[in-house]
């Protein structure tokens, strides 16, 4: 007897502590939104909390680059969670296209992300507000739970946060002080809205070039939620804002996903209303770009809204905005947790509903205008970079075909006639993944209101440069991987020399373990012939007589680096060409290595910055030097022999202290506003292309809606232009017959005389995307990419940015052949 009492009190007891936790403020040992908790405390706490609970399971999915922990939780009624694989399975069936028989009778899956920008730091604060509230339900709460699952990412950006509240926690007074000309309310550069290498991870959704974007997709995609919600801040002096989303909405998202932020906007004005807190709605923040936190879901099937609150960095603890009143923490986080909590009650309001819909979203055939994507194999590495992006993504795909068929060209604008080849990409729209597939691929974007909240321009085909085709017909590829003939990698060791081509990023990686081993390596500037063979310029040559003692002490050498790349070579055993100059000819220089140097600081664009660190670290694994801006007057030509400005406000004064360490034999690479420091500075010829337009009349009723008008046909967010290029000109090689870029800005410049105009923008050049009347008045007969010599030295123009967001693939050639083969 007394064995079965102890053993009831132990289960009593185990069931009273499972049904407790402790709150953030206990836990913490502060009061929750009286300071900015570090993520690591962060995770304690939620680590801590799952682990009382028994209706709470803790997901460690990754690490971020500074190796910080991505966590989530999944929230429910204990009876969900005891099954929660199996409605996870049921919820992938949802998804499967064409699958009718899936069960709509599971609960609705909600997922809450906070803290993207890692100076948006209240989401996180009222994250764990949330935590609380959910492990310690009401009853109402509990019910909720019954029909709803929720997810929750405390942080998806742990080191741009921990970059922010390390700095404001070092730099605040003890008495927490509202007046912002405090240093706490003013963060130095680079802030901590970014991820280590400064990307706004809020717009790396559907590229996932960051590692905290891949694992965090990984995960999505196993959940597919039917409602996501993203927890952001704006302006401290800004109400709150909340769904529904503001014009322009792209034309494919669907009836229900537009009614249902009208749905959950009415909620969350109920409490709002009760508190008499500000809010707005329509307004700002559309539904276009597909790389945000709410469009991104969107074209998964859920409904995907963005949350902000006034505050930010500039906020701090406590802040005086401009009504007089104070802003602090705990508002905000307070504010951040009450549209949460009602979110998930609208919700649970519409589980089934919720449910129905979303498998609807994944069953109906596409009847979009077109039915079929083709994209050309005519570059086998950014194919396969297209293709891991697919994979990434989900999207499904086959290969080939036999059958002739009219279809778009996107390169054209025209329909024309085309065959599917055997290694053509083939994306057919009848797939769970229809929608997200289209606004990827589709050529041109409709947009309702210029007005917009970012780019308006992305079709993966011109950011791969491969030649492409939209079909109404809906096409199945024939095979469902490609064709690959592995090249013979046999090497001759007594070849007189090994030639390989240069055309893509991969190449410069080779280039580069062969500079690692002591190979030395030359580069032929002009065209020639050879067993047969035509070389053009840009083609690369190790000599056996540059190499003889490496050679001859390390067999094999050479050999091992190009299979490791798996590149094609072609020995040869005579130097005396067919046509061009002989191998022995100066025409074939010794190649140097960069050694690069990257500039840092406040004058720099960070975002900039951090896109050109990211590609030669982790997609170049090449090593550079970050420089502070006031060094670079420093530099030796010996150490470092390339310097990179990002996008940036340098001054007039940068070209004076650089002009020396140029005529040394410096290379010097300017990014877009970089150029500007440039501008009619003796030697430098670059000139900014001057254009006046005569001026419009206004019309009579001319008011603030007019003027709104007038302001948006001056400006340019986000289009595609075709350039023309010099395909000669080593800057373009691997590039083929022409150039497609991004441009964000209205800057074009005079064509070069004793210079190289290695892009240029003609009048015809516009693709796709919304660019204002004025602008386009503008953007014709002018360059944008291009280089001049200074004695012995080189300066390169991007008057476009290459690696835009690292999802711009034919860039990242262009900006590679400035490292290594423009001399």
Same mark, same amino acid.
């Given at each position: 007897?007394?064995?079965?009492?102890?053993?009831?009190?132990?289960?009593?007891?185990?069931?009273?502590?499972?049904?407790?936790?402790?709150?953030?403020?206990?836990?913490?040992?502060?009061?929750?939104?009286?300071?900015?908790?570090?993520?690591?405390?962060?995770?304690?706490?939620?680590?801590?909390?799952?682990?009382?609970?028994?209706?709470?399971?803790?997901?460690?999915?990754?690490?971020?680059?500074?190796?910080?922990?991505?966590?989530?939780?999944?929230?429910?009624?204990?009876?969900?969670?005891?099954?929660?694989?199996?409605?996870?399975?049921?919820?992938?069936?949802?998804?499967?296209?064409?699958?009718?028989?899936?069960?709509?009778?599971?609960?609705?899956?909600?997922?809450?992300?906070?803290?993207?920008?890692?100076?948006?730091?209240?989401?996180?604060?009222?994250?764990?507000?949330?935590?609380?509230?959910?492990?310690?339900?009401?009853?109402?709460?509990?019910?909720?739970?019954?029909?709803?699952?929720?997810?929750?990412?405390?942080?998806?950006?742990?080191?741009?946060?921990?970059?922010?509240?390390?700095?404001?926690?070092?730099?605040?007074?003890?008495?927490?002080?509202?007046?912002?000309?405090?240093?706490?309310?003013?963060?130095?550069?680079?802030?901590?809205?970014?991820?280590?290498?400064?990307?706004?991870?809020?717009?790396?959704?559907?590229?996932?070039?960051?590692?905290?974007?891949?694992?965090?997709? +990984?995960?999505?995609?196993?959940?597919?939620?039917?409602?996501?919600?993203?927890?952001?801040?704006?302006?401290?002096? !800004?109400?709150?804002?909340?769904?529904?989303?503001?014009?322009?909405?792209?034309?494919?998202?669907?009836? @229900?996903?537009?009614?249902?932020?009208?749905?959950?906007?009415?909620?969350?004005?109920?409490?709002? *209303?009760?508190?008499?807190?500000?809010?707005?709605?329509?307004?700002?923040?559309?539904?276009?770009?597909?790389?945000?936190?709410?469009?991104?879901?969107?074209?998964?099937?859920?409904?995907?809204?963005?949350?902000?609150?006034?505050? /930010?960095?500039?906020?701090?603890?406590?802040?005086?905005?401009?009504?007089?009143?104070?802003?602090?923490? +705990?508002?905000?986080?307070?504010?951040?947790?009450?549209?949460?909590?009602?979110?998930?009650?609208?919700?649970?309001?519409?589980?089934?509903?919720?449910?129905?819909?979303?498998?609807?979203?994944?069953?109906?055939?596409?009847?979009?205008?077109?039915?079929?994507?083709?994209?050309?194999?005519?570059?086998?590495?950014?194919?396969?970079?297209?293709?891991?992006?697919?994979?990434?993504?989900?999207?499904?795909?086959?290969?080939?075909?036999?059958?002739?068929?009219?279809?778009?060209?996107?390169?054209?604008?025209?329909?024309?006639?085309?065959?599917?080849?055997?290694?053509?990409?083939?994306?057919?729209?009848?797939?769970?993944?229809?929608?997200?597939?289209?606004?990827?691929?589709?050529?041109?974007?409709?947009?309702?209101?210029?007005?917009?909240? !970012?780019?308006?321009?992305?079709?993966?085909?011109?950011?791969?440069?491969?030649?492409?085709?939209?079909?109404?017909?809906?096409?199945?590829?024939?095979?469902?991987?490609?064709?690959?003939?592995?090249?013979?990698?046999?090497?001759?060791?007594?070849?007189?020399? @090994?030639?390989?081509?240069?055309?893509?990023?991969?190449?410069?990686?080779?280039?580069?373990?062969?500079?690692?081993?002591?190979?030395?390596?030359?580069?032929?500037?002009?065209?020639?012939?050879?067993?047969?063979?035509?070389? /053009?310029?840009?083609?690369?040559?190790?000599?056996?007589?540059?190499?003889?003692?490496?050679?001859?002490?390390?067999?094999?050498?050479?050999?091992?680096?190009?299979?490791?790349?798996?590149?094609?070579?072609?020995?040869?055993?005579?130097?005396?060409?067919?046509?061009?100059?002989?191998?022995?000819?100066?025409?074939?220089?010794?190649?140097?290595?960069?050694? =690069?140097?990257?500039?840092?600081?406040?004058?720099?664009?960070?975002?900039?910055?951090?896109?050109?660190?990211?590609?030669?670290?982790?997609?170049?694994?090449?090593?550079?030097?970050?420089? #502070? =801006?006031?060094?670079?007057? #420093?530099?030796?030509?010996?150490?470092?022999?390339?310097?990179?400005?990002?996008?940036?406000?340098?001054?007039?004064? =940068?070209?004076?202290?650089?002009?020396?360490?140029?005529?040394?034999?410096?290379?010097?690479?300017?990014?877009?506003?970089?150029?500007?420091?440039?501008?009619?500075?003796?030697?430098?010829? =670059?000139?900014?292309?001057?254009?006046?337009?005569?001026?419009?009349?206004?019309?009579? !009723?001319?008011?603030?809606?007019?003027?709104?008008?007038?302001?948006?046909?001056?400006?340019?967010?986000?289009?595609?232009?075709?350039?023309?290029? *010099?395909?000669?000109?080593?800057?373009?090689?691997?590039?083929?017959?022409?150039?497609?870029?991004?441009?964000?800005?209205?800057?074009?410049?005079?064509?070069?005389?004793?210079?190289?105009?290695?892009?240029?923008?003609?009048?015809?050049?516009?693709?796709?995307?919304?660019?204002?009347?004025?602008?386009?008045?503008?953007?014709?007969?002018?360059?944008?990419?291009?280089?001049?010599?200074?004695?012995?030295?080189?300066?390169?123009?991007?008057?476009?940015?290459?690696?835009?967001?690292?999802?711009?693939?034919?860039?990242?050639?262009?900006?590679?052949?400035?490292?290594?083969?423009? !001399?």
């Amino acid at each position: 007897m007394k064995k079965l009492l102890l053993l009831g009190f132990l289960i009593f007891l185990k069931s009273s502590l499972l049904a407790q936790s402790p709150s953030p403020s206990s836990f913490l040992g502060y009061e929750l939104g009286s300071k900015f908790t570090p993520h690591y405390k962060v995770v304690s706490y939620f680590k801590t909390v799952s682990e009382n609970h028994n209706h709470i399971k803790y997901i460690n999915y990754g690490k971020t680059y500074e190796n910080r922990d991505l966590i989530a939780v999944v929230i429910s009624s204990p009876e969900n969670i005891a099954r929660l694989e199996e409605i996870k399975k049921n919820n992938q069936q949802l998804t499967v296209f064409g699958n009718s028989s899936a069960s709509t009778d599971q609960p609705a899956i909600v997922w809450l992300s906070y803290n993207v920008h890692g100076n948006e730091a209240s989401s996180t604060e009222s994250a764990m507000k949330m935590l609380h509230t959910l492990a310690n339900p009401t009853e109402q709460i509990k019910n909720w739970l019954k029909n709803t699952i929720v997810i929750i990412d405390p942080c998806l950006n742990p080191d741009g946060r921990d970059r922010y509240v390390s700095y404001f926690n070092s730099s605040t007074s003890k008495l927490t002080n509202p007046n912002t000309i405090s240093r706490e309310h003013s963060e130095p550069w680079p802030g901590g809205r970014s991820n280590h290498y400064y990307f706004d991870l809020n717009r790396d959704w559907a590229w996932q070039s960051q590692i905290e974007s891949q694992n965090r997709i +990984k995960l999505y995609n196993e959940w597919m939620p039917q409602v996501h919600v993203d927890f952001h801040e704006q302006g401290y002096n !800004d109400p709150y804002y909340f769904a529904p989303a503001a014009e322009p909405i792209h034309a494919d998202i669907t009836p @229900w996903q537009r009614e249902f932020q009208e749905i959950v906007g009415k909620n969350n004005a109920k409490y709002f *209303d009760q508190n008499g807190w500000l809010y707005f709605t329509k307004e700002r923040f559309d539904l276009l770009y597909p790389a945000y936190g709410d469009t991104y879901p969107m074209y998964n099937g859920a409904i995907g809204m963005t949350y902000e609150q006034g505050g /930010g960095a500039a906020a701090g603890l406590a802040v005086v905005m401009e009504n007089g009143e104070l802003l602090t923490l +705990k508002d905000r986080l307070e504010h951040h947790f009450t549209s949460g909590l009602a979110t998930i009650e609208t919700a649970s309001l519409n589980s089934k509903r919720l449910v129905t819909e979303f498998k609807k979203f994944f069953q109906q055939p596409s009847n979009r205008k077109y039915k079929t994507y083709v994209v050309q194999a005519a570059h086998e590495e950014r194919m396969a970079k297209l293709i891991s992006l697919l994979d990434n993504n989900q999207i499904e795909y086959a290969f080939g075909g036999d059958k002739m068929y009219s279809a778009y060209s996107f390169q054209s604008g025209k329909q024309e006639q085309v065959k599917i080849n055997r290694n053509d990409l083939v994306i057919n729209l009848n797939q769970r993944k229809a929608m997200l597939a289209n606004v990827l691929f589709e050529p041109s974007t409709f947009v309702s209101d210029s007005n917009t909240y !970012d780019i308006t321009a992305w079709a993966l085909p011109f950011a791969y440069n491969l030649p492409a085709f939209a079909l109404t017909e809906s096409v199945k590829g024939k095979y469902e991987g490609l064709e690959i003939k592995r090249p013979n990698l046999d090497f001759a060791d007594r070849a007189y020399a @090994w030639i390989f081509n240069w055309n893509s990023i991969s190449d410069s990686k080779l280039l580069s373990a062969l500079f690692e081993a002591g190979v030395k390596v030359r580069k032929a500037d002009q065209s020639f012939t050879l067993s047969g063979k035509e070389f /053009g310029p840009g083609t690369l040559l190790i000599y056996r007589a540059d190499n003889i003692r490496l050679l001859s002490s390390q067999s094999g050498l050479v050999s091992n680096i190009f299979k490791q790349y798996n590149k094609v070579y072609t020995p040869v055993q005579t130097g005396q060409v067919e046509k061009g100059k002989d191998l022995g000819s100066n025409a074939y220089r010794l190649m140097s290595e960069p050694k =690069i140097a990257l500039a840092s600081g406040s004058e720099v664009s960070s975002l900039n910055m951090g896109e050109i660190w990211h590609f030669l670290e982790e997609e170049m694994n090449y090593p550079i030097s970050l420089v #502070n =801006i006031n060094q670079i007057g #420093n530099l030796d030509v010996n150490e470092i022999n390339t310097l990179i400005l990002p996008n940036g406000r340098y001054g007039d004064q =940068i070209h004076e202290k650089l002009l020396p360490w140029i005529k040394s034999g410096g290379r010097l690479i300017v990014f877009e506003t970089a150029i500007q420091s440039f501008i009619n500075k003796k030697p430098f010829e =670059i000139a900014k292309k001057e254009i006046t337009l005569e001026k419009p009349q206004p019309p009579v !009723d001319l008011n603030y809606a007019h003027l709104n008008t007038e302001n948006n046909s001056n400006s340019i967010p986000g289009a595609i232009f075709k350039l023309h290029i *010099d395909t000669k000109n080593p800057i373009n090689l691997g590039l083929g017959e022409s150039y497609y870029t991004l441009k964000t800005n209205s800057s074009l410049y005079n064509l070069l005389g004793r210079g190289y105009n290695s892009a240029v923008l003609r009048k015809d050049g516009y693709v796709s995307g919304v660019a204002g009347s004025g602008v386009m008045k503008t953007l014709q007969d002018g360059m944008l990419i291009g280089q001049e010599s200074i004695e012995r030295g080189q300066i390169i123009y991007f008057g476009v940015n290459p690696l835009f967001r690292s999802f711009w693939e034919a860039g990242k050639q262009m900006f590679v052949n400035t490292l290594w083969m423009v !001399d």
